[in-house]
């Protein structure tokens, strides 16, 4: 690695006083289990067993900066159901590192943002947004990671603002969805080659309608990390992408670390 590499960190703090979790899943929660000293929490009064500090957290595999493996939204190839295939029985633990990385193009939409918005629905990224992206920057090559950067980020706040990144849009539909690419974006995106696609906002799913861009994408074995942050950060290509998520057996995705490395010009 140069000296002169920047290593630039994509990912949100996880922290039950931050919108980390999905509005209709388990909240993230920490606890101490262990401390230097006796201590009153809220959770009771925690007796000190040995000098040292440990806690335990009770986390959603699809909290914080996180990815998802296929099935997250694709049946086991036994279960006879609608999209089953073999990748429904591909866990996330059985998901190659190599597919989580590579170099990055960072395509901005977060002009999609603008304008007048309907609360709780989402506006979409499309294949001729990608296009003008393209005829800017040139052709997106197989095997890059495609980085959707919305701005979405800026919502990821601690209090009331932070209802707008993601319960505002599906619980209480009172504010405007992130920007998301519709299933034909992400069907253009598979065909090019790209394996991995990151977003900084909650869901490469639209806010009024996720399910169709995961189906088609996770479907055709493509790896999707999503709150991801600091996208602007990077520039529109040559920095290198790498997501490393925690290992566990039977996951359907879960939670790590995203990183670029960024050589500046």
């Known amino acids: 690695m140069s000296e002169q590499t920047i290593i630039v960190d994509l990912s949100v703090t996880v922290d039950a006083d931050l919108p ?49 493996a296929p099935p997250h939204f694709i049946p086991p190839s036994d279960s006879n159901l609608p999209w089953a295939s073999e990748l429904g029985d591909q866990t996330g633990n059985h998901v190659p590192l190599e597919d989580l990385c590579g170099p990055a193009v960072c395509l901005n939409m977060a002009f999609l943002s603008e304008g007048e918005q309907v609360g709780g629905v989402s506006p979409w990224i499309t294949v001729e ?13 197989p095997g890059a990671v495609v980085l959707l950067r919305t701005g979405w980020d800026r919502f990821y706040v601690r209090g009331e603002g932070g209802q707008r990144y993601a319960s505002g849009p599906l619980v209480y539909q009172s504010t405007p969805g992130w920007p998301a690419p519709d299933a034909d974006a992400v069907i253009y995106l598979h065909d090019k080659g790209v394996r991995c696609l990151g977003i900084d906002a909650p869901s490469i799913g639209a806010a009024h309608d996720g399910v169709p861009a995961h189906q088609e994408g996770l479907s055709r074995g493509m790896r999707y990390v999503e709150m991801l942050a600091d996208l602007d950060r990077l520039p529109a290509t ?10 566990v057996a039977g996951s359907t995705g879960g939670p790590g670390r995203a990183a670029a490395f960024v050589v500046p010009q």
Request: include cysteine; charge should be negative; aromatic fraction near 20%.
């Open 238 to 247: 040559g920095a290198w992408f790498i997501f490393l998520p925690v290992k």
């Open 129 to 141: 947004h990608i296009r003008a992206w393209e005829q800017a920057h040139g052709e997106i090559a």
């Open 20 to 68: 980390s979790a999905w509005p209709f899943h388990m909240p993230f929660s920490a606890k101490v289990w262990n401390y230097y000293a006796d201590l009153d929490e809220r959770q009771g009064h925690i007796s000190s067993y040995a000098p040292y500090q440990t806690r335990y957290w009770i986390i959603d595999e699809h909290c914080g900066t996180h990815f998802d």
